[in-house]
């Protein structure tokens, strides 16, 4: 399984990016998927999930009303839509997938490998 993230760059504030991660691979199904960010000397944080349940998403406050995460199941896709963007918002992000291989019984927790949004004031 490989999950390849897309959509970084460098960007003004103010400014918006959308940030794609398409699974590949022997996927039976996706639980939760994610975008994580870690911004240098800084801990990994969790940005935003998404359930496959009930499509219920979460975000850290600082991204809440600016960043909409969305998923596509057919293309194993997870997006994160990111508007009004800010300085503070620079950092490598993440995707993470919760995937169950198939002729597997349980879930693992799958990662891209990081794409770089700068946001420059």
């Known amino acids: 399984v490989q999950l390849q993230a897309s959509g970084g760059g460098l960007v003004q504030a103010g400014g918006s990016l959308r940030l794609s991660c398409v699974g590949s691979?022997?996927?039976?199904?996706?639980?939760?998927m994610g975008w994580y960010r870690q911004a240098p000397g800084k801990q990994r944080e969790l940005v935003a999930s998404?359930?496959?349940?009930?499509?219920?998403?979460n975000y850290v406050d600082s991204v809440k009303g600016r960043f909409t995460i969305s998923r596509d199941n057919a293309k194993k896709t997870v997006y994160l839509q990111m508007n009004s963007l800010k300085p503070e918002d620079t950092a490598v992000y993440y995707c993470?997938?919760?995937?169950?291989?198939?002729?597997?019984?349980?879930?693992?927790?799958?990662w891209g490998q990081g794409t770089q949004v700068t946001v420059s004031s």
């Open positions: 998404i359930n496959r349940s009930d499509d219920k998403s």
């Open positions: 993470s997938q919760r995937i169950r291989l198939v002729g597997r019984l349980s879930y693992t927790d799958y």
């Open positions: 691979g022997t996927i039976g199904s996706i639980d939760v």
